[in-house]
């Protein structure tokens, strides 16, 4: 009727506001930006029913082929390769969750079309409803993408710290096996005093720079598990939303057998089923998380990457660090302007009056 079009035609673009009229302009139930498998159907209405005839379509996820960014593995520092592998995997699982998301949406037309080509009423409109609700179930697994983006990226910083940390490693080991072949072939050689020098220094900065892994191994850890955890709760819970729904909408489906000759009653449920989808709508809409919060002791950890008493001029790291003995985090620098192997400058200190070199 032209009232009910003209109730269509007010609806926002944000609501899934049900009318007799199934052509109002829906994008998601929360309000959300539209995800990019939304986007290609940019006006979808309370029907997921194709419009188009059916064309055969490849959506299969895409196979792992080696390429450049499989050499950038290879490459990798030891120190980072494990999490580096992570990494690279969680991108194909985030892959895989984009693909199902796109075929959910699929299947939700499917089911909607071959629903109506029984030319059965009730279950047409059945079918055409929980056509929606896949639909929406499909665009949670699209929404759940995108947060383990987030994650990753987080657990990004640890590789990339990781990766810094490795050439201070390997100075020192590489100092320590001079001295140690100095030793053998020339023990009374001069140049073992410049080498343990050296390697007193090497040691100082491998000191800051495993404390600085440390610190942002254990804070991002818990950042990227946080919002991993959080993103999973959401699908679950939404989803779990829809289902609930989409059992109440079988409920209105009668499924008595009939005998050869008898005529089904027609279908009188098309209010409630529409009454349904309001509630899932509104069901979403109100959702809110409820997670226990993840508490951070490392909200003063300064851009160093060490707490502020570190940086404000104390001369030893955490026992735990330092393998259960204060050595002095800072060494001065022959050119007194050192800097730690992950970018980030040496407060320059004198040596402790206690400190003995080895």
Not at 5 to 32: I, W
Not at 265 to 278: D, K, S, T, V, Y
Not at 298 to 305: I, N, P, R, S, V
């Amino acid at each position: 009727s032209s009232d009910e079009s003209a109730e269509c035609n007010q609806t926002p673009l944000h609501s899934l506001t049900v009318v007799n009229n199934p052509s109002f302009k829906y994008t998601s139930y929360d309000g959300r930006e539209p995800t990019s498998a939304a986007l290609t159907v940019p006006n979808r209405s309370l029907s997921v029913r194709s419009k188009k005839s059916d064309t055969p379509t490849d959506k299969s996820a895409p196979k792992h082929r080696f390429t450049m960014a499989s050499l950038r593995g290879i490459q990798q520092p030891e120190l980072s390769k494990k999490l580096f592998k992570i990494i690279k995997s969680e991108n194909h699982a985030i892959g895989a969750y984009e693909s199902a998301s796109r075929e959910r949406i699929s299947i939700a037309s499917q089911i909607s079309d071959w629903g109506e080509a029984t030319g059965d009423d009730s279950v047409s409109d059945i079918s055409d409803k929980i056509g929606v609700l896949l639909s929406e179930i499909g665009e949670q697994e699209d929404l759940f993408a995108q947060n383990l983006e987030d994650y990753r990226s987080v657990l990004k910083q640890i590789r990339n710290t990781e990766s810094s940390v490795q050439p201070s490693r390997d100075q020192k080991a590489k100092i320590t096996d001079e001295i140690q072949k100095l030793k053998y072939k020339e023990p009374q050689s001069t140049k073992l005093v410049q080498l343990e020098q050296e390697l007193v220094r090497a040691e100082a900065q491998n000191l800051v720079a495993e404390a600085q892994l440390t610190n942002i191994t254990r804070q991002k850890l818990k950042e990227a598990y946080d919002l991993h955890s959080a993103a999973v709760i959401e699908r679950a819970e939404k989803q779990t939303i829809l289902a609930r729904h989409m059992r109440r909408l079988l409920q209105l489906l009668d499924d008595t057998p009939v005998v050869p000759g008898d005529v089904r009653p027609a279908f009188e449920h098309g209010a409630q089923a529409r009454q349904i989808l309001n509630d899932a709508e509104e069901d979403l809409r109100a959702w809110e998380p409820s997670l226990d919060a993840v508490p951070s002791a490392a909200t003063e950890m300064g851009t160093d990457l060490m707490p502020p008493s570190a940086t404000g001029g104390a001369s030893t790291v955490d026992p735990s660090v330092a393998g259960g003995e204060e050595v002095p985090a800072q060494l001065e620098s022959p050119d007194k302007g050192g800097r730690d192997v992950s970018g980030s400058t040496i407060v320059q200190q004198e040596p402790s009056s206690g400190y003995q070199q080895q």
